[in-house]
């Protein structure tokens, strides 16, 4: 777990240090579109973070990992299709240039050829080459768009650097993967749940993506509509103050990342499933303390970092990081879903969604009102998934003995 937070936070702090900079450099007045583009590239990785956790769960449970990789590309392949619909809808919904759009969804397909090696790697129970592939992708990402930035470039060529950083990241990633051997299942052998031995093939491997997905998309979008809406609600310089707040939710929401990275094959396995989840939301719950508390005492240095235009949101950054902490734990309860398949608690994720826009749109109308909007939806969404998976966890049965 240290490794994969190692690697992480290398990501993460690449990633923060982008925004920051991109604050400074693109002013109150031109952040906003860059932070809701961001947000759309965030989107983007839904298929491949959805990609990662079935690769890494067929392969606990012993499937080919050829097959697996057949998978990734198909899977590639049609995201790469859906972003050729998806470019003019983006320019149109935020009010940018197809250029500015495509620069966004660029990234994707090669998002998921990474995230099929990630899942090797986390499946397989690598978790030391897992660690450097996310530091270097994170890298990989952030650096070429920094260059463009401090060259005087805008969003748009700074989006499509990162989409070539990815690309790099996805054939390193191929690379520290090899062909590992699969782990033989906690279980023991000829203990493969059934269907699992085929769900990497066809349609079938589709559909258990489009699955895990759809759980991906509803933690995605309670994380990033607030950005996407914003612009909607708010007037530019407010909008990019929100957009500079969110760093505090971002860094709360991916800071306990390895835990779930890490526990998410002990929740695939039937004998460690309802530990590994109580363990997990326990962990997480604890870290969200620290970073709200790490929040409220950083704040100060908000402006001196991103400058004095921001100093209004300075207040405000615990709630921010609230906001964060407690979407943290409603992805823990959603990879446990995941991980046995029971992707219908997504439901009640989309549903929050729903409430969170209507809620935002009907009656926000500053930044202190849609932070405590969105945080206060967070908050009741995650307490009830996380009731439904710990109560679930609880009857699940164990495994018969062989």
């Given amino acids: 777990m240290t490794l994969v937070t190692a690697g992480a936070m ?12 991109a604050g400074r450099w ?36 012993g499937a080919d990992i050829s097959a697996l990789r057949a998978l990734r590309l198909r899977c ?59 530091g270097v992708a994170g890298i990989a990402k952030v650096l070429p768009a920094l260059v463009v930035l401090a060259c005087g470039g805008g969003a748009t060529p700074a989006l499509w650097a990162a989409a070539g950083g990815i690309a790099a990241a996805a054939v390193y990633a191929r690379t520290v993967a090899g062909r590992p051997v699969p782990p033989v299942p906690a279980d023991g052998p000829g203990s493969v749940p059934d269907g ?14 489009l699955q895990a997905a759809q759980v991906q998309a509803a933690l995605m979008a309670l994380s990033s509509a607030d950005l996407i809406v914003v612009r909607i609600v708010l007037d530019e310089t407010d909008a990019s103050r929100y957009a500079l707040g969110t760093i505090a939710t971002k860094i709360a929401f991916w800071l306990p990342q390895a835990v779930g990275v890490v526990l998410y094959p002990r929740m695939a396995q039937p004998a460690s499933s309802g530990s590994a989840v109580r363990s997990a939301l326990a962990v997480l719950s604890g870290i969200g303390v620290f970073a709200v508390a790490g929040a409220a005492v950083a704040a100060p240095l908000a402006p001196l970092l991103a400058g004095q235009d921001y100093a209004p949101i ?28 029971r992707t219908a608690l997504a439901g009640l994720a989309w549903a929050g969604l729903v409430l969170e826009v209507t809620l935002v749109l009907t009656l926000a109308n500053s ?23 710990i109560r679930s966890a609880a009857r699940r049965p164990l495994p018969a003995p062989a």
């Fill in 10 to 21: 290398t990501a993460n702090i690449a990633s923060y240090l982008l925004q920051l900079l």
């Fill in 26 to 61: 693109l002013g109150v007045t031109g952040y906003s579109e860059f932070a809701s583009l961001l947000a759309v590239q965030l989107l983007c990785a839904v298929p491949a973070l959805a990609l990662q956790n079935v690769v890494a769960r067929e392969l606990v449970h």
């Fill in 196 to 209: 699992a031995a085929g769900v990497s093939a066809g349609l079938a491997g589709v559909f258990a993506v």
């Fill in 76 to 134: 590639a392949l049609l995201v790469a299709a859906a972003v050729v619909v998806l470019v003019p809808v983006v320019s149109a919904v935020l009010e940018v240039g197809i250029a500015a759009s495509a620069a966004a969804l660029g990234s994707a397909p090669a998002l998921v050829v990474l995230a099929g090696e990630q899942g090797v790697l986390q499946g397989a129970g690598r978790f030391r080459g897992l660690a450097v592939v996310l």
């Fill in 367 to 389: 930044v202190t009102e849609l932070i405590a909007t969105v945080a206060s939806v967070a908050a009741v969404t995650t307490t009830l998934v996380a009731a439904l998976v």
């Fill in 314 to 341: 300075q207040g405000l950054l615990w709630l921010f990081a609230l906001h964060g902490a407690i979407l943290a734990v409603l992805q823990g309860a959603l990879l446990s879903a995941i991980a046995v398949k």
